[in-house]
């Protein structure tokens, strides 16, 4: 079974700090993905990583960097978070089209 | 620009009440639809994936088949358990992304 697994379930932060959120993935999987859920906008893509130190943007990367030094690991980082990057965040890592998901963050920006 | 779209956006039948979900998109070649079932405050779990028009997949009480503009997920005899948001993706084109519907919400009663 594929094993996707995201730092934090749930997470609190203040204005302007600086927030990482960590997704392993324990299947070797090049494509890793992140991405925001909020309700009647459904999941919208942030960036995502086809290898090690590659990157693209999604559809709403404005406000968010990512890394990824190694393969199983895909880190989304929240430069100042700011209260509208209040979210869940999903983390998926891919193989042959099909992404398997993480659990989630819950992340609250006050 | 790919287009997911999914009705209804909720959905209450008694449990044994069979009914279809629907999935119409608009892509540039498509590579593959997803469907995924997702329980509140978890990832969305995979499903299915279908390829071609004409395809059709199983999985206990699902199935899932696909035409030229869109897929169905057929539930027969649901059960309580069933309840869930289902949501249904495209991928297109030479692109890794999917671009996401924002679900049915799925409620089974007793």
């Known amino acids: 079974d594929v094993k996707v697994t995201q730092s934090s379930r749930y997470l609190v932060k203040r204005t302007g700090e600086k927030v990482f959120l960590e997704c392993v993935q324990d299947m070797d999987h090049e494509n890793m993905f992140w991405y925001r859920q909020d309700p009647g906008l459904g999941l919208r893509l942030i960036y995502f990583s086809y290898d090690v130190k590659m990157k693209e943007k999604g559809d709403i990367p404005e406000g968010y960097s990512v890394s990824r030094e190694k393969k199983e690991r895909f880190s989304l980082i929240l430069e100042s978070a700011s209260t509208n990057q209040t979210s869940m965040y999903l983390c998926?890592?891919?193989?042959?089209?099909?992404?398997?998901f993480g659990p989630g963050t819950r992340l609250t920006v006050t | 620009e790919d287009q997911v779209t999914q009705s209804p956006e909720a959905l209450r039948l008694q449990e044994g009440e069979s009914s279809s979900l629907n999935c119409s998109y608009t892509?540039?070649?498509?590579?593959?639809l997803f469907w995924y079932r997702q329980d509140p405050g978890k990832g969305p779990e995979f499903l299915f994936t279908?390829?071609?028009a004409g395809e059709e997949k199983e999985k206990e009480r699902l199935k899932a088949t696909l035409t030229k503009k869109e897929s169905f997920l057929h539930i027969t005899a649901p059960k309580p358990e069933d309840s869930a948001t289902y949501l249904c993706a495209v991928q297109a084109g030479t692109a890794s992304k999917l671009t996401f519907g924002t679900g049915t919400r799925l409620q089974v009663t007793l």
């Open positions: 892509v540039s070649g498509l590579r593959g």
């Open positions: 998926a890592s891919s193989f042959l089209g099909e992404q398997y």
């Open positions: 279908l390829y071609s």
